[in-house]
């Protein structure tokens, strides 16, 4: 289904104007990235696993990382892989976790989000020895 990938290609379109004109720091598009690709990862190892009846990735840990911004990943990965689309109580939570990480999203380009932004302390402040990138 098309839709998906339109979906995921307007949120990251929104996102990269929203660190343009929102000043939304640039991390969060290498974040959402990040834990999309991952996301993707492991519902492509959940789908390999489920098919040779082996060890498989705890729904828990799929809807986590949706929630953390992996959640176009998640998406794009149910429809490569026809993976978790059936399932209503899991789709349910994942459905559920696409509009929190959105909301808390929308939240942050607010001036209230934007200064709760600005008083989480740096990488360098907290000792990992990084440069201030954030």
């Known amino acids: 289904m098309k839709l998906r990938l339109w979906l995921v290609a307007i949120f990251f379109s ?3 104007l ?5 000043t939304l720091p640039i991390w969060f598009t290498t974040v959402y990235s990040l834990m999309s690709v991952l996301t993707f990862a492991l519902y492509g190892k959940d789908k390999s696993a489920a098919r040779k009846k082996r060890w ?4 828990r840990t799929l809807h986590l990382f949706a929630l ?3 959640w176009p990943g998640a998406m794009l990965a149910q429809q ?4 978790k689309t059936q399932k209503q ?3 349910f939570i994942y459905w559920l976790t696409i509009v929190t990480n959105c909301a808390v999203l929308v939240w ?10 600005q008083v989480l302390p740096t990488a360098s402040e907290l000792g ?4 201030n990138v954030f």
């Open 14 to 16: 929104g996102l990269l």
């Open 18 to 22: 929203a660190t343009g004109v929102l």
């Open 56 to 59: 498989r990735v705890k729904e």
């Open 68 to 70: 953390f911004g992996g």
């Open 80 to 83: 490569k892989f026809r993976h």
């Open 89 to 91: 109580p899991f789709r």
């Open 108 to 117: 942050l380009c607010t001036s209230d989000g934007r200064s709760f932004l």
């Open 128 to 131: 990992l020895g990084w440069p």
